[in-house]
Structures are given as structure tokens and as C-alpha cells.
């Protein structure tokens, strides 16, 4: 059975700047094209802000150092994880980082530039901090189609419990995650082909306190795996990229997590969840293929167009710089990306999809929408000089 329809949809709304999605990359957007006096409109499917960061329960903020005492990402990212504990941690607090002030004490035997966070406190503080600054933020609201005129995006439709609308916009940031707005604009794509294994991270509160309990998908570094690479809960992975998939794996999900519990309170332990993912914990589906595609082999490598720094989260010692031509195709010229969707290998993705690199990415894209509407033709020494003005290091050979 085939249902034809034929509608016009309303365009209700414009702004400079358009972010869709409002995970970490799309704060930073968000937040870095506002704060160059544009209108902004940030819309999130769900209805908390932070994306795995808080509704997936992924709560570690992980480094903004290269493990060998250098802080390499600056910027918005360390605004946002000042921001994440300026209510407490909740572990692995960066003590020789934020209440030492002397560099040359940190070492690479010393812990990482990185924090585990509340995802509530977390979501609720950003919240506030996207409203200061003007953004309009629209929870609830999937993009589900693009409209585009002569190579540029002229409105996005969104659904809502409003009913279907238009937004129009000079400048499209895409923080879906998964490269909806690349996919609906005809934008050159390439999906994540190993797929994903399952997660069921979850918090809980019992006999031993108030615990985050991760497990499958594990985001812990390879120097504290003590030679033991976790199993996957399931032997089955995931795309990401199909509805019933999503909620077929949502479900084992859940599973795992009471299968857990059923096994504490067996072992004696009383124990009871207090916060369960409400977003499936997938990490890799679908990304741009940009002007430029960065790899892991790339590390130490300087590229004249960098936006940014990046470290390696699984080891100590690589450090990357971020061509902003990663961040667009030409096919689309209005059209940016941020977050975990931007051109890198598969061995490269796993580096970029955390939540630092999200944000530096993040704060590049919303830079650049606010600055012009052809992402090809932007002056990219503007661009970086206003980065640089962010407080953002953009060169190894800077540190």
C-alpha cells in the first residue's frame, strides 16, 4: 500500500543561523554564533540538551590534554567542562589541572584534563547559558527534510507537536549526529559500516552509594583496560540509522540493565536505578564526506587551515589538528557540520566522536555560519583570527 501526498509547508520561522541538534556540538554552535550578535535557532529532538552526553548517560568529559602535561583543545570546550562540574563532580576531578597553576609539575604520569559529570546539573546549566546569550532553543523538533535553492539550503522543515514548519536560514549547522541534513540535502555522505555494539549505561544508588554502572561500550582509555578488552554484551552491533533497529536495540538495552540489577540484589547487594538512558547509546552512523578527510596517521600534522586541537582519548601522545575543511562539502554550500559527524576515517571517528572534539568542532561551525552563507569561499585567516581571539590555539607548534 502506497499513500501519495501533496502539501505546502509553512515557513514560520528564520534566523542567521540554524543548529540542529543539541548535543555538545550543537552548543558550541549554538553558543559561538550567537555570540557573534546573530539569531540563532538550536532545535533537539529531545527534550534535555546534551545528546549522549546526558540523555545517553556517556558522563565522562574525556581529555582536553595530550597525556604528556599539554592542554591542547581550548576555547568553549574547557568553558563547557568548567561549566559541567561548577556544581561538583562526580569523579575523577582534574585537580592538577584546574587548583595547580604551574605547568611544568604535569607530567605523563600525571591524570588527564578530564571530569565526570551530573547529567542533569549539566543539561539544566547549559540550558541557562544558550538562553543568555539569545539562542531560541526548540525541544521536541526533528528536522525531517531540507529544501534547497542553487546549492544552499534555504529552509529546513521540522516537525513538532506545532505540526510540520519551515525555519529558513543563512547558515545550516548540522549536529544531528548522524548527518540528517547532509542526507536530506543531498550532501555527499559515508555511513559507519562496522556498525555499533550494545550499551546500557545506567545510574544507581544501593549499598555502595550513588554508581554509574557502564555497561558494554565502555569509554575507558586502553591504559586502564590492564591488557583486557571488555566483551560485548550482545554479539550483534548496530547502525544507528533505522527505527525499528533503534528500538529493537533500545530494548536489549533495557534488558541488560535489569539483568544487572537482578544479579546485584542476587550477590546481596540492594541496589535500585535511578537514571536510565533515554537516547540510544549508539556512537558512529553516518557522516559528511568533506573537502578533506582526516586520519589518524595525521597526528602532529600541521595544516594551514586548522580550527583546533584534538587529543587522543584511547593513549597518551597524539595530538591532531582539525582542517577546517573537514567540516563542509562544496555540494552544499551553506551547509556545516559539527560534532560527531565531520570527515574522518573510521579509525579516526572513534577519536572525534567525544565530547571535547564535538566542541571544538562546534565552536568552528557556529563561527563560521555567523561569518558567511559559502563555506568554500570563507576567508579562512578571518576565521581562524576570531578563534584565536576565543581563546582557541589552533597550532601544535602554538602550545
Known amino acids: 500500500m502506497r499513500i501519495k501526498e501533496s502539501f505546502e509547508t509553512k515557513v514560520l520561522k528564520n534566523c542567521d543561523v540554524l543548529v540542529c541538534g543539541g548535543g555538545f556540538g550543537g552548543i558550541s554552535a549554538a553558543l559561538s554564533a550567537a555570540r557573534q550578535g546573530k539569531k540563532v535557532i538550536l532545535t533537539e529532538k529531545l527534550f534535555v540538551l546534551g545528546g549522549l552526553g546526558t540523555a545517553g548517560i556517556v558522563t565522562i568529559y574525556l581529555p582536553l590534554c595530550d597525556g604528556m602535561g599539554k592542554q591542547v583543545s581550548f576555547g568553549i570546550v574547557e568553558e563547557l567542562l568548567r561549566l559541567s562540574i561548577s556544581m561538583g563532580a562526580e569523579a575523577k576531578y582534574p585537580e592538577n589541572w584546574l587548583d595547580q597553576n604551574d605547568p611544568a609539575k604535569r607530567t605523563e604520569k600525571d591524570p588527564r584534563f578530564e571530569v565526570r559529570y551530573n547529567p542533569h546539573l549539566f543539561a539544566i546549566l547549559a540550558e541557562q547559558l544558550l538562553i543568555k546569550e539569545g539562542v531560541?532553543?526548540?525541544?521536541?523538533?526533528?528536522?525531517?527534510?531540507?529544501?534547497?535553492?542553487?546549492?544552499?539550503?534555504?529552509?529546513?522543515?521540522?516537525?513538532?507537536?506545532?505540526?510540520?514548519?519551515?525555519?529558513?536560514?543563512?547558515s545550516v549547522v548540522d549536529a544531528t549526529g548522524d548527518a540528517?541534513?547532509?542526507?536530506?540535502?543531498?550532501?555527499?555522505?559515508?555511513?559507519?559500516?562496522?556498525?555499533?555494539?550494545?550499551?546500557?549505561?545506567?545510574?544507581?544508588?544501593?549499598?555502595k552509594g550513588y554508581q554509574l554502572r557502564m555497561l558494554g561500550a565502555s569509554d575507558i582509555p586502553?591504559?586502564?583496560?590492564?591488557?583486557?578488552?571488555?566483551?560485548?554484551?550482545?554479539?550483534?552491533?548496530?547502525?544507528?540509522?533505522?527505527?525499528?533497529?533503534?528500538?529493537?536495540?533500545?530494548?536489549?538495552?533495557?534488558?541488560?540493565?535489569?539483568?544487572?540489577?537482578?544479579?546485584?540484589r542476587e550477590g546481596g547487594e540492594d541496589i535500585l536505578p535511578v537514571n536510565i538512558a533515554t537516547t540510544p547509546?549508539?556512537?558512529?552512523?553516518?557522516?559528511i564526506a568533506g573537502e578533506y578527510t582526516l586520519d589518524t596517521k595525521e597526528m602532529h600534522t600541521y595544516f594551514e587551515d586548522s580550527i583546533g586541537m584534538v587529543s587522543n582519548w584511547k593513549k597518551r601522545?597524539?595530538?591532531?589538528?582539525?582542517?577546517?575543511?573537514?567540516?563542509?562539502?562544496?555540494?552544499v554550500k551553506n551547509l556545516i557540520f559539527a560534532g560527531r559527524c565531520t570527515s574522518v576515517t573510521d579509525a579516526m571517528w572513534d577519536i572525534m566522536r567525544v565530547i571535547p572534539c564535538c566542541a571544538v568542532t562546534g565552536q568552528a561551525a557556529g563561527l563560521a555560519a555567523a561569518m558567511t552563507d559559502d563555506f568554500s569561499a570563507l576567508d579562512i585567516k578571518e576565521l581562524q583570527k576570531k578563534l584565536k581571539a576565543a581563546g582557541v590555539v589552533l597550532h601544535e607548534n602554538e602550545l
Not at 147 to 156: F, L, N, R, S
Not at 281 to 287: E, P
Open 222 to 264: 586502553d591504559e586502564d583496560k590492564n591488557g583486557q578488552e571488555s566483551k560485548p554484551l550482545i554479539d550483534r552491533r548496530f547502525s544507528g540509522l533505522d527505527g525499528e533497529e533503534l528500538s529493537r536495540q533500545t530494548i536489549l538495552s533495557h534488558g541488560q540493565t535489569l539483568s544487572d540489577i537482578k544479579a546485584k
Open 136 to 170: 531560541e532553543i526548540l525541544y521536541g523538533t526533528y528536522a525531517v527534510a531540507a529544501h534547497t535553492e542553487k546549492g544552499k539550503i534555504d529552509a529546513v522543515i521540522c516537525e513538532n507537536k506545532s505540526g510540520r514548519f519551515g525555519i529558513s536560514a543563512k
Open 317 to 331: 601522545g597524539p595530538v591532531y589538528e582539525v582542517p577546517f575543511r573537514t567540516l563542509y562539502s562544496k555540494e
Open 281 to 287: 547509546q549508539i556512537r558512529m552512523t553516518r557522516r
Open 180 to 207: 540528517d541534513i547532509a542526507l536530506f540535502s543531498g550532501a555527499p555522505t559515508e555511513k559507519f559500516g562496522q556498525g555499533n555494539v550494545l550499551a546500557a549505561w545506567y545510574y544507581s544508588v544501593g549499598d
